[in-house]
């Protein structure tokens, strides 16, 4: 089976300009999540999207928006981008079909870097 | 949400076993208790979950406390490659979002 895939793996934008990141979730997964990291803290989770539909938000501004498209990829957009927003992004599938618990399979993320 | 306190970092010797405390008191009774691991430039990897008895799997244990206020991970023969940053996240059943923290960090000596 092939694992998360995520595009690009480094990306440098300057503040106030508009990104998109890829992922292409594992297969037989339906499910999508995405997640920022900053350097030596955790991933916090931005948003989830099941059935082409966000389905929980995280603390973040609606200039974060994503998608997700009928073969379960997904899409994280971000807006006016501000240098807080350099971080590596994170995306992770797992299946419903399996139950909430279903456990989450990673990429190994976007960096994003706003100068 | 359930928080969760973790000791900053850990050292073990190669090939011997490792025990990971997490501390999660405010847990509630139907959050699963869901171990990941994050080796460095990679995404998060899961390691095991568990809601009450404990659970084995090829990568690790998982010993949960019978009032489930914490739990341990237990490597059983530590390797380099086990050398990572270890989170520990209470997970409700009708829950959407990881509450990832800071972690454990892991150093596995030669």
């Known amino acids: 089976e092939t694992g998360v895939t995520q595009s690009p793996t480094h990306l440098i934008k300057t503040r106030g300009q508009q990104v998109t990141l890829r992922c292409s979730s594992q297969s037989g997964h339906n499910t999508v999540s995405w997640y920022q990291q900053a350097l030596g803290q955790g991933p916090q989770f931005i948003f989830q999207?099941?059935?082409?539909?966000?389905?929980g938000r995280g603390n973040f501004p609606p200039r974060f928006s994503g998608l997700q498209f009928p073969n379960y990829s997904s899409e994280l957009n971000v807006n006016a981008l501000e240098l807080d927003d350099s971080a590596l992004y994170l995306c992770a599938s797992s299946n419903r079909g399996q139950g909430v618990t279903s456990p989450l399979h990673f990429g190994n993320g976007t960096r994003l870097t706003v100068t | 949400d359930a928080k969760t306190t973790q000791p900053n970092s850990m050292e073990s010797n190669e090939e011997e076993p490792v025990h990971l405390p997490c501390n999660h008191s405010?847990?509630?009774?139907?959050?699963?208790i869901h171990w990941y691991r994050q080796l460095p430039s990679q995404g998060p990897e899961y390691v095991i979950h568990?809601?009450?008895s404990n659970v084995n799997n090829r990568m690790a244990s998982l010993a949960i406390a019978e009032d489930r206020k914490s739990s341990t991970l237990i490597l059983h023969r530590a390797t380099l490659r086990d050398a990572a940053v270890y989170y520990c996240?209470?997970?409700?059943?009708?829950?959407?979002?990881?509450?990832f923290g800071t972690g454990t960090s892991l150093t596995v000596i030669p």
């Open positions: 996240i209470p997970y409700p059943n009708t829950g959407n979002q990881f509450y």
């Open positions: 405010t847990i509630s009774g139907t959050d699963y």
């Open positions: 999207y099941y059935r082409e539909e966000e389905n």
């Open positions: 568990g809601l009450t």
